[in-house]
């Protein structure tokens, strides 16, 4: 069973940073595709940003040139920078990694909530 554990979510103002980590139990190696989804209130959840064990990103068009993923692989952790944050980035954000083999399966983390207001 995978464990992944996010942490870093805060109350920030608007144009502030922040920085969500999300560790995972095991080598970040057996994973095909890790990512941050983030769900607001009343709203379905969504992809914000992904990144394949090959190195591709993938992010969504709203954070596109204000966040950044990012893995260490030897803390097996994924990480993902926030900067000039709106309100509009409010959300919990979850972490997920997936394997394909030798079953397609998804680990998501409990999620950590990030909150931008003045």
């Known amino acids: 069973q995978v464990q992944l554990v996010e942490s870093g979510g805060d109350l920030v103002q608007p144009g502030g940073s922040l920085r969500l980590s999300c560790s995972a139990s095991?080598?970040?190696?057996?994973?095909?595709?890790m990512g941050w989804y983030r769900q607001a209130p009343g709203k379905l959840r969504e992809l914000v940003a992904t990144?394949?064990?090959?190195?591709?990103?993938n992010y969504a068009d709203s954070v596109k040139g204000r966040f950044t993923i990012s893995r260490d692989n030897a803390k097996n952790t994924v990480y993902l920078q926030m900067n000039s944050l709106k309100p509009e980035d409010t959300a919990v954000y979850y972490c997920?990694?997936?394997?394909?083999?030798?079953?397609?399966?998804?680990?998501w983390g409990q999620g950590t909530q990030v909150t931008v207001s003045s």
């Open positions: 990144l394949t064990r090959d190195g591709w990103t």
């Open positions: 095991r080598s970040i190696f057996s994973f095909n595709t």
């Open positions: 997920k990694m997936s394997v394909r083999i030798p079953v397609a399966q998804d680990y």
